[in-house]
């Protein structure tokens, strides 16, 4: 007896979801006063997610599921690194100015 894993979200949905996070990603930090490096990784990560949603429109896939999973799966590992990294960094910051400063 092997045990599987459901998977409840078809892939349409999953690129549809994809298509929509997409162009918010790459948005978000030009109206939130983000600085330009995080205005440009933003970007980058969106146009990525973009680029592999958008090959697998149609009847055929232009790359194969297996990269594109594994593509999902680099940007997940990327952006849960990035924001555990924030939340260490929010954790052991000191939040008062210096006397004298």
Partial sequence: MSLTLTRAIPLNVHVALEMVAAPILM?????????????VVSFL????????????????TVVPLAALAAGDGVIAAFLAGFGAAQVVLTASTRWSIPAGA
């Fill in 45 to 60: 990560i969106g146009a990525l997610l973009l680029g592999l949603a958008a090959s697998t429109l149609g009847q055929r």
């Fill in 27 to 39: 948005v978000v930090p030009l109206f939130s006063g983000a600085s330009p490096m995080i205005g």
